[in-house]
């Protein structure tokens, strides 16, 4: 149907359209405010299920007042049409910067991670969970702020009605594990999913390649990822290691909330500019909390610069509207408790005459700014403790305490002597059970003059765990996965290393001048290092096999230059077996060519 107006705002333009209704520019007729206007879908206007689903978005959205989420402008009905206003974000999603072949540094992934993580903080304290976390869903305004929208099926602690377990909702790419297979989510399902959105940025591709959606299920629940540094170029190995925490198949392994993975990321990214190793900005969004927002600076600026969108004024992506709503399924028999909260969400729309006989009743109930929730501390009121609960509250205290010291990581000191005692042992087995104790002290303590030793043993561990995986696959004991152009090289390489180590030496030498040229990271560069490693030993094997060869080629060549004068014959066929046996020997040339002049001269 045609729409001209809904309450107090024009409508403007389509901004999109999905499975719940429909989604407008519209402009406020009083204040000139521009807004995205979501209707509900005719269809779907009648059915109290779909009505409630409806009702609890907006009660969600009163919940949330949030710089990097969509605000609430207000909710109203037009004779049986049922609509909200909220935030009109000028700029594009992520889901429409990668459609447009974007590729996003680790700086402004980092920046992404950070934002929508304060958002979720404010949510999940608010008892919503979002549960579909996506790039789509992901905006970013001209000013490089990124916000949050469509908590369409967001669902709220405490009121099973609307998504009970067993109801799959959310977008399959980027969906945890206990939520695919329809258990009760809680908020590291948003985590896994901006775990997910973080290495679909990070790689351009998505965290698993499925070639139908019980497939996709499936590897989420049992799969691990890609390493991201297979894709994602030069990112640091505290963002992907933080990724792949947030990617862990059990919600008890993954970062513990949201507030956590903040400092994380920002620590990560101090720690990295004290080390002179990038400019990055402090966030260019406030959080919402007591902190007054950053001013759009720095990195904020060329990412906001860069995230806007392309095309002609005027054209569809000048401003968008929260990403069009997901298809969900139609949701269990709603209850006294699930009609109730549709009676909450519209109690304060009066019954209303209609204004002609042609126009419909029409309400409007405008959300002031201070009626949305923001998280605030009531520090003032006075709190009225008995004794029993102070003696109460010095014992955890004291107990919390004990544990604390218990529980804190050890020194740097202590880190290293750990890590140095078991790579003095030799072993490759202790060296690899070092790895953790390593890229904990690397991450810590990036600046300390030990530092760069650790990086070595890291190496190394790389290096050995990736020619155990190349072992394995020659052997072939290795799932048949895909590999780089210089990974196939140097397998096929090694292939012959027994039985012709010339023809290894050659490959590899070839390998060497062919990517060698430059010092990359990541992949191609370990298998540089394995390949040069390599050649030095085949190098080392050869000449050993040259220097026994040769004495022993000296010898039967005399002979048979004793042989020649009284029998012919038997000199004729030693020349011919030093021919057969050596002419595919290169450091064998000398000795092969006397002995074709020697049978030349028969």
Not at 90 to 99: A, D, I, N, V, W
Not at 322 to 344: F, G, I, K, M, Y
Not at 528 to 552: D, F, I, M, S, W
Request: charged share 30%; aromatic share 6%; proline share 6%.
């Amino acid at each position: 149907m045609q729409v001209e107006q809904l309450g107090p705002y024009r409508i403007v333009r389509r901004l999109g359209r999905g499975g719940m209704g429909t989604v407008y520019h519209g402009v406020n007729l009083e204040t000139d405010e521009p807004a995205a206007v979501k209707l509900l879908a005719t269809g779907l206007a009648h059915d109290e299920g779909f009505r409630d689903r409806f009702a609890a978005e907006i009660e969600t959205l009163k919940k949330l007042s949030h710089p990097n989420i969509v605000r609430l402008f207000g909710f109203g009905r037009q004779g049986e049409l049922l609509y909200y206003a909220m935030e009109l974000v000028e700029g594009s999603s992520l889901e429409e910067e990668l459609r447009r072949g974007r590729r996003f540094n680790w700086r402004e992934v980092s920046q992404v991670g950070i934002q929508t993580a304060r958002a979720l903080r404010h949510a999940h304290d608010r008892g919503v969970i979002h549960r579909d976390l996506k790039p789509g869903n992901l905006l970013l305004a001209s000013d490089g702020t990124v916000k949050l929208s469509d908590f369409g099926i967001a669902r709220l602690f405490g009121n099973t009605k609307l998504t009970a377990p067993g109801n799959v909702v959310g977008t399959v790419e980027y969906m945890a594990p206990e939520q695919a297979e329809g258990r009760p989510v809680g908020p590291k399902a948003d985590l896994y999913s901006l775990g997910a959105v973080l290495y679909v940025l990070l790689t351009g591709r998505p965290v698993f390649q499925a070639e139908s959606l019980a497939d996709a299920i499936h590897k989420h629940r049992t799969e691990r990822p890609e390493p991201v540094a297979r894709y994602g170029g030069d990112v640091p190995e505290a963002l992907e290691a933080a990724v792949m925490q947030l990617l862990e198949k059990s919600p008890e392994a993954r970062v513990t909330n949201a507030t956590l993975l903040v400092r994380r990321l920002e620590a990560m990214e101090h720690a990295l500019s004290v080390s002179g190793q990038t400019t990055v900005r402090p966030t260019f969004a406030g959080d919402g909390e007591g902190r007054a927002p950053a001013e759009p600076d720095g990195l904020a600026t060329t990412l906001a610069t860069a995230m806007r969108p392309k095309g002609p004024p005027g054209a569809a992506n000048d401003a968008m509207a929260p990403a069009e709503a997901s298809q969900a399924e139609r949701p269990p028999a709603v209850d006294a408790v699930a009609e109730t909260r549709v009676t909450d969400a519209f109690r304060r729309l009066p019954a209303a005459e209609p204004m002609s006989p042609d126009e419909p009743a029409a309400e409007f109930v405008e959300v002031d700014k201070e009626e949305l929730d923001p998280f605030e501390y009531d520090e003032d009121r006075p709190a009225l403790v008995s004794l029993h609960t102070w003696i109460l509250a010095a014992l955890l205290v004291a107990v919390g305490a004990g544990a604390w010291y218990l529980l804190q990581p050890p020194t740097a000191d202590a880190l290293y002597d750990r890590i140095v005692t078991r790579a003095e042992s030799e072993s490759a087995d202790a060296l690899l059970a070092a790895q953790d104790d390593i890229e904990a002290f690397l991450m810590r303590f990036p600046g300390d003059p030990r530092a760069a030793a650790l990086r070595e043993y890291l190496r190394e561990i790389q290096l050995h765990r990736l020619q155990r995986r190349f072992d394995l696959r020659m052997r072939g004991l290795s799932e048949a996965k895909s590999l780089l152009p210089i990974e196939q090289a140097y397998i096929e390489a090694m292939y012959s290393v027994r039985t012709h180590p010339e023809r290894t030496a050659a490959r590899l030498e070839a390998l060497l001048t062919l990517y060698g040229q430059e010092e990359p990271s990541g992949p191609t560069g370990l298998s540089l290092e394995l390949a040069r490693r390599r050649l030095k030993e085949v190098r080392q094997q050869l000449a050993e096999e040259a220097r026994q060869h040769l004495a022993l080629l000296e010898e039967r060549l005399g002979a048979a230059a004793e042989k020649h004068p009284d029998r012919p014959g038997e000199a004729r066929r030693i020349y011919e077996a030093v021919i057969e046996l050596y002419h595919e020997k290169p450091w064998a040339a000398e000795a092969v060519e006397e002995a074709r002049k020697r049978l030349e001269q028969l």
